[in-house]
């Protein structure tokens, strides 16, 4: 069995190879369950299983959130990709590298069909791994001038913004998580609260919600949402976890009818992506295993 770590993952997953290959997943579809979630010994532990016709795999993923007092990151992740046939295993990969990477590439392809092509401006909620792959993902893809990252932690965004720029992204650190003039606006967080609210909202704005992915967290304000033609990842995952969308229901804001599209709709040419110039744009992402099963085959070459 092959074991394929952080830095030689990365290096198997260029952009452009798996922005292609999360369009044939949402496309073409797989099996894949919601995610299982167990309380075990101390730590959540998440299963997230997906096959088809001619591989299997698994992500398995501890959070414990006593890991800061011990030096050590709160989450662990791991995946085993398997032949279907014969559930021999092919190779174990480094989960957390496969999660940043396929999530960004999600992200950015919903953007082509949601964003102004001529975007030029995102704004990048967040400081962590995710948020760092969000940004070189969009740069791949997009004529970027400028990328504005904000933390709640300013010195976590100084250091974001300083690690981006020393590899030639237009990266600085922004003062307030205010939308406001940016083309793409992208959250990768933790919040419980809104960061983004639909008063701010420039016509044309694109949202890129990928945290709040517990029904009790939110990065979007229910005007925000309500605004928005809004595209999920999957609608059983964004109904079920995305906080933004289930808080704007229960504040009576929107209906589950508000959901315009899912990405493999878009993908599959059966759903408009933006319509206008002008229109508000927000895609939801929760993460869904399908993914992870496109990104390790692609990292394998299966």
């Given at each position: 069995?092959?074991?394929?770590?952080?830095?030689?993952?990365?290096?198997?997953?260029?952009?452009?190879?798996?922005?292609g290959?999360?369009?044939?997943?949402?496309?073409?579809?797989?099996?894949?369950?919601?995610?299982?979630?167990?309380a075990?010994?101390?730590?959540?532990?998440?299963?997230?299983?997906?096959?088809?016709a001619?591989?299997?795999?698994?992500?398995?993923v501890?959070?414990?959130?006593?890991?800061a007092?011990?030096g050590?990151?709160?989450?662990?992740?791991?995946?085993?990709?398997?032949?279907a046939?014969?559930?021999?295993?092919?190779?174990?990969l480094?989960?957390?590298?496969?999660?940043d990477?396929r999530?960004?590439?999600?992200?950015?392809?919903?953007?082509?069909?949601?964003?102004r092509?001529?975007?030029?401006?995102l704004?990048?909620?967040?400081?962590g791994?995710?948020?760092?792959?969000?940004?070189?993902?969009?740069?791949?893809?997009?004529?970027?001038?400028?990328?504005?990252?904000?933390?709640?932690?300013?010195a976590?965004?100084?250091?974001?913004?300083?690690?981006?720029?020393?590899?030639?992204?237009?990266?600085?650190?922004?003062?307030?998580?205010d939308?406001?003039?940016?083309?793409?606006?992208?959250?990768?967080?933790l919040a419980?609260?809104?960061?983004?609210?639909?008063?701010?909202?420039?016509?044309?704005?694109?949202?890129?919600?990928?945290?709040?992915?517990?029904?009790?967290?939110?990065?979007?304000?229910?005007?925000?949402?309500?605004?928005?033609?809004?595209?999920?990842?999957t609608?059983?995952g964004?109904?079920?976890?995305?906080?933004?969308?289930?808080?704007?229901?229960?504040?009576?804001?929107?209906?589950?009818?508000h959901v315009?599209?899912?990405l493999?709709?878009?993908?599959?040419?059966?759903a408009?992506?933006?319509?206008?110039?002008?229109?508000?744009?927000?895609?939801?992402?929760?993460?869904?295993?399908?993914?992870?099963?496109?990104?390790?085959r692609?990292?394998?070459?299966?």
């Amino acid at each position: 069995m092959r074991i394929i770590g952080r830095e030689e993952l990365a290096a198997l997953l260029p952009w452009p190879r798996l922005i292609g290959a999360m369009r044939r997943v949402f496309t073409e579809g797989c099996e894949a369950p919601l995610r299982h979630r167990h309380a075990a010994a101390g730590t959540a532990l998440l299963l997230m299983p997906a096959w088809d016709a001619r591989c299997t795999g698994v992500k398995i993923v501890h959070v414990a959130a006593g890991n800061a007092a011990r030096g050590l990151s709160a989450v662990h992740a791991e995946y085993l990709l398997s032949d279907a046939a014969t559930g021999a295993p092919i190779a174990l990969l480094d989960g957390g590298e496969l999660t940043d990477r396929r999530t960004a590439a999600t992200s950015v392809l919903a953007a082509t069909m949601l964003a102004r092509p001529a975007s030029r401006r995102l704004l990048l909620l967040g400081s962590g791994r995710v948020a760092a792959a969000l940004a070189e993902c969009y740069a791949a893809s997009f004529d970027l001038a400028e990328i504005a990252v904000w933390s709640p932690r300013a010195a976590q965004a100084e250091r974001l913004a300083h690690r981006l720029a020393a590899h030639g992204l237009p990266a600085r650190a922004a003062a307030s998580p205010d939308p406001r003039g940016f083309d793409i606006a992208s959250a990768a967080t933790l919040a419980t609260a809104p960061l983004l609210r639909g008063a701010d909202l420039d016509a044309g704005t694109h949202l890129d919600l990928v945290g709040a992915f517990r029904p009790d967290m939110r990065e979007a304000d229910a005007e925000a949402i309500a605004r928005a033609r809004l595209v999920v990842d999957t609608r059983a995952g964004a109904l079920a976890e995305g906080g933004d969308l289930i808080q704007a229901i229960a504040e009576g804001r929107i209906t589950a009818a508000h959901v315009a599209a899912d990405l493999g709709e878009l993908c599959r040419g059966e759903a408009a992506g933006r319509t206008d110039p002008a229109e508000i744009t927000a895609f939801k992402s929760v993460g869904w295993a399908g993914e992870d099963l496109a990104a390790a085959r692609l990292a394998c070459g299966v």
